[in-house]
C-alpha cells in the first residue's frame, strides 16, 4: 500500500520569503512523485514529477523538490514567494497499475504582502 | 493543445434530473479519468478509462454512468443525484496508464450543486 502525509494543512509566508511544503511518503516500491498546484475554483497543474531520475526536480514558476529515499520525503521549495503562489498544493504518489495518484491531505498557502 | 476541456462550468439540478458532463482532450492520450473533489480536499478517483474500454471503477455507486465515445470525450452521466454528490468533478487525461511518466493532465473542472 502507499499513502503520502503532507506536514502542515497551512502555510503562511511573506512574499519574498522563501516556501516550503512538507510531503513524506510510504511506498513499497520506488515511487513516482508529483507536486499539483490548484488555484482557487480551478483545476489541477502539475508542478514537478520524480520519476527515479535525479533526485532534485526542477519545476514550474520557479518550485523544485528533493527526494530523500532515507528519510521518505518528498519537500517542495520555492525561494521567493510571490502572490501568485497563493493557492493550495497536493503532493502525489503514483501507483503503477492502472497509473492511479495517492494524493495528500494538501497543503494551503497563503502568501502576505 | 495541450488542454482538457470540460463542460458545463457549473452546473446546478434537483434530485430527479438527468445531466451530463462532458470531458475532451485533443492530446492523442489513451487514458482518461473522472474524480471528485469535496471541498477544502484531495480529489477522489472515481473511473479510469484506458484505450476507451472501463478499466478502474473505484466502487462508485450507480447513479455516476461513464461512457467513453471515442479516446478524447470522456461523459458522466448523472441520474437520481443526492445533495452530498455536491463537488467539483474534475476530468484529466494521461498517454497510457503504465510506464514511468505517464502525468495527469487535468482539466479545470465542473462545479456540480445537487439541491
Known amino acids: 500500500a502507499q499513502s503520502v502525509t503532507q506536514l502542515d494543512s497551512h502555510v503562511s509566508v511573506s512574499e519574498g520569503t522563501p516556501v516550503l511544503l512538507r510531503c513524506n511518503y510510504s511506498?513499497?516500491?520506488?515511487?513516482?512523485l508529483f507536486w499539483y498546484v490548484q488555484h482557487p475554483n480551478k483545476g489541477l497543474q502539475l508542478l514537478l514529477k520524480?520519476?527515479?531520475?535525479?533526485?532534485l526536480v526542477k519545476g514550474i514558476n520557479g518550485f523544485e523538490a528533493e527526494f530523500k529515499k532515507s528519510e521518505t520525503s518528498f519537500h517542495l521549495t520555492k525561494p521567493s514567494a510571490h502572490m501568485s503562489d497563493a493557492a493550495e498544493y497536493f503532493c502525489v504518489v503514483r501507483k503503477a497499475a492502472g497509473n492511479k495518484l495517492t494524493f495528500g491531505g494538501g497543503t494551503r498557502v497563503l502568501v502576505k504582502p | 493543445d495541450t488542454e482538457v476541456t470540460q463542460t458545463p462550468k457549473h452546473l446546478v439540478m434537483g434530485m430527479t434530473n438527468k445531466k451530463s458532463l462532458k470531458c475532451e482532450q485533443h492530446m492523442g492520450h489513451r487514458a482518461m479519468y473522472w474524480y471528485k473533489q469535496k471541498a477544502k480536499k484531495p480529489p477522489e478517483l472515481m473511473f479510469v478509462?484506458?484505450?476507451?474500454?472501463?478499466?478502474i471503477n473505484e466502487s462508485v455507486p450507480s447513479r455516476f454512468s461513464p461512457e467513453c465515445p471515442n479516446s478524447s470525450l470522456l461523459n458522466l452521466h448523472l441520474h437520481a443525484l443526492q445533495p452530498e454528490d455536491s463537488a467539483l468533478y474534475l476530468c484529466?487525461?494521461?498517454?497510457?496508464?503504465?510506464?514511468?511518466?505517464?502525468?495527469?493532465?487535468f482539466g479545470p473542472g465542473t462545479r456540480l450543486t445537487v439541491l
Open positions: 478509462y484506458s484505450y476507451e474500454k472501463l478499466s
Open positions: 484529466a487525461s494521461s498517454q497510457g496508464t503504465s510506464g514511468s511518466s505517464n502525468e495527469q493532465f
Open positions: 520524480y520519476t527515479s531520475a535525479a533526485t
Open positions: 511506498s513499497s516500491y520506488s515511487p513516482s
